[in-house]
Structure formats: C-alpha cells, structure tokens
C-alpha cells in the first residue's frame, strides 16, 4: 500500500522556476533578501507542490522562494524541500508549497485542468 498522502492531482508538467533562499541578515532594518541558488525545471506539478531537478542537493528542510512560470503567468511563492533523492547524477527535489495564497492555488489549479483537458479550456 502506498504511503503517499497527496490530496491534490499532480501531472507532469515542465515549467521553468528560479529558486532562492533567504538571505541571513544581521540588520533587522535591511529588507528581506535572498540569495538565488539557481533555475530548474519542473518535472510535475500539483496545487500543494512539485518535483524539480537540480544540479546540486538542498537539504530536507530547507524553505525556499520559488517563482514559478506558468504559460504567461508567474507565480512567487515559498515551498519547503521535503525529500531530496539523486537522479542520473541530478538532484530531484520534492518540494510543498508554503503560505501559497488563495489566489495563487487557484491559478494553478486552472492551470492543471487546462493540462489535462485542453480541448475543454
């Protein structure tokens, strides 16, 4: 029996995301700042999270600043690294998406029923 707790349709979908994490700052004063790890792609996508692959590991755990291109839309949002495996000398990231607003879960929503069925959008 699968352990697998998703509650959302996930689909392979590629789409292009940049990655970051916050930068630590001593100056409570200074605006938040991140420090960009790199761009990936997306191997499925889900409205609670998806799959990418990177070339380097980022520790389970780890809360990240995601924007995330979807057709001509972007999305910004903060997901957390949640399993970590090596792929074919890659890394797959499994990430959840944090603090996504309603807004935001609602677009990809629409997003992935227009993957699904296209000829019904």
């Known amino acids: 029996m699968s352990r ?5 349709i996930r689909i392979r979908s590629v ?3 940049s990655y ?5 700052s001593t100056d409570p004063t200074e605006p938040t700042a991140y420090e960009v790890l790199g761009t990936a792609a997306t ?7 998806c799959r990418l692959t990177t070339s380097q590991p980022i520790p389970v755990g780890t809360v990240l600043r ?3 291109q979807l057709a001509e839309h972007l999305v910004t949002c903060q997901a957390e690294v ?3 495996t090596k792929d074919k000398g890659e890394w797959s990231l499994g990430l959840e998406f944090r603090e996504l607003d309603d807004l935001a879960r609602d677009g990809i929503r629409a997003y992935l029923a227009f993957k699904e069925n296209p000829q019904e959008a």
């Not at 697998?4 to 959302?8: F, G, M, N, Y």
């Not at 191997?43 to 999270?49: K, N, V």
């Open 82 to 84: 949640v399993r970590v």
């Open 4 to 8: 697998d707790r998703r509650t959302e």
């Open 66 to 68: 995601l924007d995330l």
């Open 43 to 49: 191997r499925d996508l889900s409205a609670s999270g």
């Open 20 to 24: 970051s994490r916050h930068a630590a």
């Open 15 to 17: 789409n292009l995301i």
